[in-house]
C-alpha cells in the first residue's frame, strides 16, 4: 500500500524507525507551500527527555488522546463520543499541525487516532512521523476504507484490531480506544 501511494518501497521487513525517517526526510525536502513551517523543525528522536512524559494539568487522570482527521464533522464527532467518555480530546484538521504539535512532546498523548487518506499528508505517514519519534505510541486508524489486510500484511506493527472501519458506532468506537489504552 505505501508503495502505491508513491512514498517508499516496501520490502519484507519494514523497520518503523527507518521508514519513518525517511518519510520524515522526504517531507522535509518538500516544496514549502504544501508544508507550512514544518521545514524550520529539527527532529532528533533521542533528545527528548523523560520529562517529556509529563501530560498537561488538565489531564493527569484522564487518559490524552489526538485525534487528526481532514473532516471536521468526524472531529466533531470524535471529541464529542471521547469528551463523554470521560477522555482529553484535541483534534487536528491539518496533519502538519498535529505533526508539529507530536514533535513538541512526543510523550503527551496516550493514544493517537488517525484517518487513513488525507491531503498532503497521509495517516500512514502520519503514523511512520510519530513513530520515527517516538515508537512506544500508541496509534489508531480509522477509516472508510476497507484496508485492514494489506495495512497488516506491509506494517507488521498493525493489528486490524488497531483499525476502526468508518462511520464509527460509539459503543465500539469507545471501546476500542479503551482497549487501546488498557483501561
Same mark, same amino acid.
Given at each position: 500500500? &505505501?508503495?502505491?501511494?508513491?512514498?517508499?518501497? @516496501?520490502?519484507?521487513? @519494514?523497520?518503523?524507525?527507518?521508514?519513518?525517517?525517511?518519510v520524515m526526510k522526504r517531507l522535509l525536502n518538500q516544496p514549502s507551500s504544501d508544508i507550512q513551517n514544518i521545514s524550520s523543525y529539527h527532529i532528533d528522536s533521542n533528545s527528548f527527555s523523560e520529562s517529556s512524559n509529563t501530560l498537561h494539568e488538565a489531564s493527569t487522570q484522564n487518559p490524552s488522546i489526538m485525534v487528526v482527521d481532514d473532516e471536521p464533522d468526524v472531529l466533531l464527532t470524535y471529541e464529542s463520543f471521547l469528551s463523554i467518555a470521560g477522555f482529553n480530546v484535541r483534534t487536528f484538521e491539518e496533519p502538519f499541525t498535529a505533526l508539529t504539535e507530536f514533535t513538541s512532546n512526543p *510523550?503527551?498523548?496516550? &493514544?493517537?487516532?488517525?484517518?487513513? *487518506?488525507m491531503e498532503n499528508l497521509n495517516g500512514l505517514q502520519l503514523y511512520q512521523c510519530m513513530k520515527a519519534i517516538n515508537p512506544t505510541s500508541k496509534i489508531l486508524f480509522a477509516s472508510a476504507l476497507d484496508a485492514a489486510k494489506e495495512l497488516t500484511s506491509i506494517l507488521p506493527d498493525i493489528q486490524s484490531r488497531e483499525i476502526i472501519k468508518k462511520p464509527v458506532d460509539r459503543e465500539n468506537f469507545i471501546k476500542t480506544v479503551r482497549i487501546a489504552l488498557g483501561v
Open positions: 500500500m &505505501l508503495k502505491v501511494l508513491g512514498w517508499l518501497e @516496501v520490502g519484507s521487513e @519494514v523497520s518503523i524507525t527507518e521508514t519513518g525517517m525517511n *510523550r503527551l498523548y496516550d &493514544l493517537i487516532i488517525l484517518d487513513i *487518506r
